[in-house]
């Protein structure tokens, strides 16, 4: 399993409230009766971010970009996330629309849960690091310094201590840039960061913990020097929304009713999306009187 993600923002004439509006119950309407969208992502998350935190209570900066929306989606495979943005429901019902900025941070990762609390359940108060890796050092030394150094770091420094509820760490791998030509992704950044960070909290005041307890902040910054560039690496504060989810024990959801070839959603999608001003043979599409 792979973690397709997307940092974004509201468009430039556009509104923080507007966009959280459309993006939350325009975009997941789209999403739940897309069919393509609901067979190849096997959970999808929104993250919205939250106002207030400031950079003197982070690790890492916010970023310049004012991010505040952070989408993931899970993937079997890479050939599975580039199928995702070309399929014919989201080339015509997706890519008309565009509720943000044309502006992303995209990236495909390999992730691992290096640690998880007994009863965790998703959702709430998260912190996302985008580490950016000091210039030559190469993919896969920064990739060993975070499994074998950092993860031990953290897992002493924050999760033994019981402030965290889960930590992932996630491993990019190269994206071929004509992956997303013609989408709505094609302006996005490709490989700026080399691996990120996801931590769930209870609050946000343990959060800022991360920052203003100095042995805390000590056994997560000690040992990143020669990999980490602390000043080009960026956080998000978010809120995480699962809106489904097919593979996780526990938290699993409903699947849609589109993915069902009787139900009205799988009718009207069976009709198409487009010429709707053009006569169609619908031979075998009636619905039932019942």
Not at 146 to 156: D, E, H, M, T
Not at 166 to 174: E, L, N
Not at 217 to 242: C, H, K, L, P
Request: hydrophobic share 40%; charged share 25%; glycine share 8%.
């Amino acid at each position: 399993m792979m973690k397709f993600t997307l940092a974004s923002r509201h468009k430039e004439d556009g509104t923080r409230e507007r966009y959280f509006y459309e993006w939350s119950i325009m975009h997941v309407a789209l999403m739940i009766t897309g069919p393509h969208a609901c067979q190849v992502f096997k959970r999808y998350v929104q993250h919205f971010a939250i106002a207030g935190v400031s950079n003197d209570e982070l690790v890492y900066p916010l970023s310049d970009e004012g991010w505040e929306s952070f989408a993931e989606h899970w993937v079997d495979s890479y050939e599975d996330m580039a199928k995702s943005v070309h399929s014919p429901d989201y080339v015509h019902r997706m890519q008309p629309h565009r509720f943000g900025s044309s502006k992303f941070i995209t990236s495909l990762s390999n992730f691992e849960v290096i640690h998880q609390q007994d009863g965790f359940r998703s959702g709430g108060v998260k912190l996302v690091h985008f580490l950016k890796k000091q210039p030559g050092v190469d993919k896969e030394r920064f990739n060993q310094w975070l499994r074998a150094k950092r993860a031990p770091a953290i897992v002493a420094a924050v999760c033994k201590p019981g402030l965290v509820r889960k930590y992932v760490q996630d491993m990019p791998v190269p994206i071929d840039p004509a992956v997303f030509k013609g989408t709505l992704f094609e302006a996005g950044s490709i490989g700026l960061y080399a691996g990120l960070e996801e931590f769930w909290f209870e609050s946000v005041e343990d959060l800022v913990r991360l920052r203003r307890q100095g042995e805390i902040f000590d056994g997560i910054t000690s040992n990143e020097q020669g990999y980490v560039d602390a000043a080009g690496s960026i956080s998000m504060v978010v809120n995480e929304r699962v809106v489904w989810d097919f593979v996780t024990p526990g938290e699993t959801t409903p699947r849609p009713a589109v993915l069902d070839p009787e139900t009205l959603e799988a009718y009207i999608d069976r009709q198409g999306y487009g010429d709707f001003d053009k006569p169609k043979l619908m031979r075998g599409h009636a619905l039932s009187a019942d």
